[in-house]
């Protein structure tokens, strides 16, 4: 007898389960893949008929690591400590699972990056209700020994109850294990601070930095240090002004202080809430706000007078069998402790804890499960007459920077493509086809900004770009190789992979491999991959993969 099937609604970019995917995940059945990123993988999933939830399973590669999984639930245990209203919860873990995973709210909405390319920089009152949301965040997780370190604009959630911050809390063994196989800085840059480009551990003051960027951002429509070649982005980080034109006022002044180059000269997050409330009743004093707890009281309420208006993410219904999904593998649990662990605390997936003497490390943080099409995609330019909006919305900067002696002249995008405000249509039906994927390829137009885009020949058809934010990928030999094993000419790849080390493969040197591509034609023109499968190919002669 067949189950009788049932409709969810997810945002319009989630995909169905694969062979690979588990049916179930600890309790949690799995229903849809809402993406994928370095760390794991990202599931809408339901426990008992209850509440959708976003469970995130980590990567085999870190879970047979035993340093990282020491590291993975002493974190967890150390986010149980964290309270607050603009974090989002971590609602279950299991540390000891066959491959560790945590499970959080599937938060609505989009990510400031993807929100400012569809509707641009934000108006005056819900500008305060971001800072103040952020801030509010950051006293919560700073108050119990975390440092965010990634804290960017694909973490940020515009949901319509107010602003989420995403990724902060269990990041910190990938972080380590990245860091020791690629021996250079990882991280967002024009987000990263100037006192972690020199070496210095890491520290709550590199998140105010980012805070005061990413309010300049949000105000301005472009990134304070510019975007283009990251090492250029570093030298301006390190030793340039922020670009704030046309961002006036106490908000402006205190993103600023946020911003100076000493970390021990910028304001706390304490202090950075205590402001906001200033900001928001300029000419009344009031008493510094001394704790966490109060920060809360008085973010929850600033947050709740000025979040009015926030555009929602595209959604659709997708249909599930009710009480089915046992076809596909499940995941064992190992070890003690079969049942996870129930935690109310901020989400972890991109932070660094400090209550240790660990060493300073960089971020990998999670795909958010929304529809953002990537924070590093060429964006459009905001055509009102706002006062907050004096210039377009920047292109935000790519990955992997490392500073630089050689000063940038130009710390403005290049031209952007004009959007049209009034231009609501979704993007077209996902197309999957075999395609030819790397620097290989010949591809017509002007290639997109950002670290995470290939290009790729369809069969029978001429070379594009893509975008690969958010993809879920899977590789067959060529950029796992580390990982798979044996496989035949032709088979399709079984090992879970991310963007970034795709792109690190394939864009350079010529290389090319064959995939499998499911791929969406935006509105405005640009491709977003959502989903990209690898099928081995021999070279010469030999036994496969070789």
Not at 59 to 69: C, G, I, L, Q, V
Not at 74 to 81: A, F, I, M, N
Not at 459 to 474: C, E, F, I, R
């Amino acid at each position: 007898m067949n189950p009788t099937p049932s409709a969810i609604t997810l945002p319009v970019t989630a995909t169905d389960l694969t062979s690979t995917d588990p049916a179930r995940i600890g309790p949690y059945r799995t229903l849809k893949r809402l993406g994928s990123g370095g760390m794991g993988v990202v599931y809408a999933a339901r426990k008992d008929g209850g509440e959708l939830v976003a469970v995130k399973l980590i990567h085999p590669e870190y879970a047979s690591d035993p340093e990282f999984r020491a590291r993975f639930a002493r974190e967890v245990e150390l986010l149980g400590k964290v309270g607050g209203a603009c974090a989002v919860p971590l609602l279950d873990a299991d540390p000891e699972a066959e491959r560790p995973w945590l499970v959080t709210p599937l938060v609505r909405g989009m990510t400031l990056s993807a929100y400012m390319r569809k509707h641009g920089a934000l108006d005056e009152r819900l500008l305060i209700g971001l800072a103040a949301g952020v801030a509010e965040a950051l006293s919560q997780i700073h108050e119990v020994g975390i440092a965010h370190r990634d804290l960017k604009p694909a973490n940020i959630v515009l949901s319509p109850e107010g602003p989420r911050v995403l990724d902060f809390g269990v990041a910190r063994a990938v972080d380590q294990t990245a860091l020791t196989r690629t021996g250079s800085i990882m991280g967002s840059p024009g987000w990263i601070s100037p006192d972690h480009y020199q070496g210095a551990p890491v520290s709550t003051a590199d998140d105010i930095f980012a805070w005061g960027a990413l309010v300049s951002y949000a105000a301005t429509g472009r990134p304070p240090f510019g975007s283009g070649d990251p090492a250029a982005i570093a030298h301006r980080v390190i030793s340039g002004a922020p670009d704030m034109e046309g961002f006036t006022g106490p908000l402006a002044d205190l993103a600023s202080r946020a911003m100076v180059k000493e970390g021990a000269q910028r304001p706390t997050a304490l202090e950075l809430v205590t402001a906001m409330v200033e900001v928001s009743a300029p000419g009344r004093s009031y008493a510094p706000v001394a704790s966490a707890a109060a920060a809360g009281n008085a973010m929850g309420a600033l947050v709740d007078n000025n979040w009015h208006g926030v555009q929602t993410a595209p959604e659709r219904e997708f249909t599930v069998a009710r009480g089915g999904g046992n076809t596909g593998r499940v995941l064992a649990f190992v070890g003690a402790g079969v049942g996870a662990l129930a935690l109310i605390v901020g989400l972890g997936f991109g932070g660094v804890a400090l209550a240790s003497n660990w060493d300073s490390l960089p971020m990998a943080s999670w795909f958010s499960g929304d529809d953002d099409p990537g924070e590093d995609e060429g964006t459009e330019e905001a055509s009102g007459e706002e006062i907050r909006r004096p210039g377009p919305v920047g292109t935000e900067p790519s990955e992997d920077a490392s500073p630089s002696d050689e000063p940038s002249d130009d710390a403005s995008d290049e031209d952007d493509e004009k959007d049209d405000e009034n231009d609501e249509e979704e993007a077209g039906e996902p197309v999957t086809t075999m395609a030819t994927v790397g620097s290989g390829v010949s591809a017509s137009g002007e290639r997109p900004s950002g670290g995470e885009v290939v290009a790729f020949q369809p069969s029978g058809g001429s070379g594009h770009y893509g975008s690969l934010d958010g993809a879920t990928v899977v590789c067959a030999w060529s950029f796992c190789q580390g990982q798979a094993g044996s496989i035949g000419d032709g088979e399709a790849g079984s090992v879970s992979s991310s963007p970034s080390a795709l792109t690190s493969y394939v864009n350079s040197g010529g290389r090319t491999i064959s995939a499998e591509v499911t791929y969406t034609e935006n509105a405005d023109g640009t491709i977003t991959i959502t989903r990209l499968v690898e099928h081995h190919k021999t070279s010469g002669t030999g036994t496969p993969p070789w």
